[in-house]
């Protein structure tokens, strides 16, 4: 049978559009990717910086402490003295990702963490004994060789253990207060260089001010945490309006003993910005999961200009919407062990432009005024002139543990991630964008999340923590030379 001209003609313009929606996507990654530079700045001798960029600072010196057991507690015990003795400053600093001077101090002395990273295991009551300068990475790492995975653990595997409970960083399982509900008891050394031993039974209130404590109390040595079973997990996502969210969440994930892992999002384009939500979550399965470990550096790489492609690119930002909310993602025919998804690296969506900094947000909302905080940020954001990059959500279950919570009930974090030229004006931009967003917070009974820039005056940050004097009195009780210090206790105190 011969095929008409008119036939052939529109077969050939079918196959043109097909060439030209596919060609689009793959030129815009290849621009981000021949864009970029790889370029790590190198900083200047006796100073040092966070994942922000915008800290850099003159301290004494820079020590690694090491990594063994013994030899650390005499090291330190030194240092201590030395410091105590020439009027020095202490700082804590593992990997280094708080954003506002919380690792560092002026003319101080700065410990680097991580070298202190030993490992193990107890099996029969499942606790995991770590040094606090170890990455969660290394940790799921070792734990996988015993098909066991970390309890509580924020969404990047990239930082430090002694870091995140330093900050009580908070994480994406189902029915979990903050990463310290999972801490059975840790080793302390204090400002007299005393090793003591802090649990919710032993030094309870240093147990309390250490947890979220931002370095001020003393160093973390020694953490027993608790894990779990490296389950079989399928990914699952709902699309859903947003004044939908809370009552599916309660639907198919409060409701579903299956469910172990799970996130939401917005969307962040300036079509329909902020007026469509995913739901996502992993749901535990008997099938076996897929190996993927010879694609995994490929895929994360592609997954990365995805994300990079998004930033000043409405198209970039849509792409990454439509490739996220496609029914045609493999993920979603795949399964997964729990410690492969949750050994997720920062380098993800790593930014290679070294004009502009990505900096967090988070702020902490009860179910009760979820649509009411969309509402009132929805505005500012337009607004501004920041380049908002993703809006996720998580919900974080009452902190029992840590004195100065951010999770005083059940809340939903909103986790907010923009992209940030190196400029004053953009740095002006963003502290009024931040008050305005705390304030809203304010307004509809939440927090905000006090690892980042601090762009919060004394009073305000008071009025979302008033327990703030109360914890930096004990600061004192127990550190009255104010030997632990770093730029968030002056900021604050």
């Not at 529109?10 to 290849?30: D, E, Q």
Request: charged letters at 25%.
């Amino acid at each position: 049978m011969r095929i008409s001209k008119k036939n052939k003609r529109y077969s050939i313009l079918i196959l043109l559009i097909i060439l030209v929606v596919i060609a689009f996507p793959i030129i815009h990654l290849l621009k981000t990717k021949w864009g970029e530079i790889d370029r790590h700045s190198v900083l200047p001798a006796r100073h040092v910086d966070d994942a922000s960029m915008l800290n850099l600072t003159k301290v004494d010196s820079i020590i690694a402490i090491p990594a063994d057991r013994q030899a650390i507690e005499n090291q330190l015990t030194q240092i201590l003295r030395y410091a105590d003795a020439k009027g020095l400053k202490v700082a804590l600093a593992g990997a280094r990702h708080s954003m506002g001077g919380h690792t560092m101090y002026p003319g101080g002395i700065v410990l680097n963490m991580l070298p202190y990273n030993h490992m193990q295991l107890d099996t029969i009551d499942n606790i995991l004994s770590i040094g606090s300068g170890a990455l969660w990475t290394d940790a799921i790492q070792y734990l996988d060789r015993f098909d066991r995975s970390i309890a509580v653990m924020q969404a990047f595997s990239s930082f430090s253990i002694g870091g995140s409970l330093s900050v009580n960083g908070h994480g994406w399982q189902k029915n979990s207060p903050p990463l310290v509900s999972s801490v059975v008891s840790f080793t302390l050394m204090n400002a007299q260089g005393r090793v003591l031993h802090c649990s919710r039974e032993k030094n309870t209130e240093l147990f309390h001010h250490v947890l979220g404590g931002y370095g001020l109390f003393g160093i973390i040595l020694d953490v027993k945490l608790n894990v779990v079973d490296n389950r079989a997990l399928k990914y699952h996502y709902i699309n859903l309006a947003p004044e939908h969210y809370t009552a599916y969440y309660k639907k198919y994930i409060l409701d579903n003993p299956k469910v172990d892992l799970v996130f939401g999002r917005l969307r962040v384009s300036n079509k329909n910005f902020m007026e469509e939500a995913t739901l996502n979550y992993f749901e535990q399965v008997s099938e076996p999961p897929v190996q993927l470990s010879l694609q995994k550096k490929n895929i994360e790489e592609t997954k990365r200009l995805i994300f990079r492609g998004s930033v000043n690119s409405e198209y970039g930002k849509r792409l990454r919407w439509d490739l996220e909310t496609s029914s045609a993602i493999p993920a979603r025919l795949l399964t997964f062990t729990r410690n492969e998804i949750m050994d997720s690296q920062v380098s993800l969506i790593e930014n290679k432009d070294t004009t502009s900094t990505d900096l967090l947000h988070e702020y902490f909302i009860p179910e009760r005024n979820f649509m009411n905080f969309i509402q009132d940020i929805k505005p500012l954001l337009i607004k501004s002139k920041l380049d908002l990059l993703n809006i996720t959500i998580r919900a974080v279950n009452r902190d029992h543990d840590a004195y100065l919570n951010y999770a005083r009930e059940d809340v939903f974090g909103f986790v907010l991630l923009f992209n940030q030229k190196k400029t004053a004006q953009q740095e002006t931009d963003m502290q009024n964008l931040t008050n305005l967003l705390v304030d809203a917070a304010l307004k509809n009974e939440g927090t905000y999340y006090l690892p980042y820039r601090l762009h919060i005056a004394k009073e305000k940050m008071r009025k979302v923590y008033p327990q703030a004097d109360s914890f930096f009195r004990t600061k004192l009780k127990y550190d009255p030379s104010e030997l632990f210090n770093n730029k968030f206790y002056m900021h604050y105190k």
